[in-house]
Structures are given as structure tokens and as C-alpha cells.
């Protein structure tokens, strides 16, 4: 049985507390992870690309601030 698989089993064998508190520590957990990955991308220019393209797209006209 693979790693992924234990852990679904276990995910499915909690009861709805424990499910809801895993939930809401996994959801935490993913947002963090998203959120150092998204920073180390801004800090090492892989956004670069697209923020230019939205800065012109704005400065053109094609799109409005919000």
C-alpha cells in the first residue's frame, strides 16, 4: 500500500470532528505552501512575464482597474 493510500484510509476512518479539524489544518497547511512557492516565484522573476503583460494590457486599454 502506498504512502497516499494509508493516508486516505485514515482520512476516511475519521470521525466528523477530526475531519473537520484535519480540514481545516490541511487547508491552512496547503496555503502556506502556496503562498512560500508563489513568493519564491515573484522574488526569482518567474511573474515578471506576466505582470508586464498586464501592465500593458491596462495601459492600452484593454482592461480596466478593478
Known amino acids: ?37 508563489f513568493e519564491k516565484d515573484a522574488l526569482t522573476g518567474k511573474l515578471d512575464s506576466l505582470a508586464e503583460a498586464a501592465l500593458k494590457s491596462f495601459k492600452s486599454g484593454r482592461c480596466s482597474e478593478i
Not at 476512518?13 to 502556506?32: T, V, Y
Open 1 to 37: 500500500m502506498s504512502k497516499i493510500e494509508e493516508i486516505e484510509k485514515e482520512v476516511q476512518g475519521l470521525k466528523p470532528d477530526e475531519l473537520q479539524a484535519f480540514r481545516k489544518w490541511f487547508w491552512n497547511f496547503d496555503a502556506e505552501v502556496w503562498d512560500r512557492q
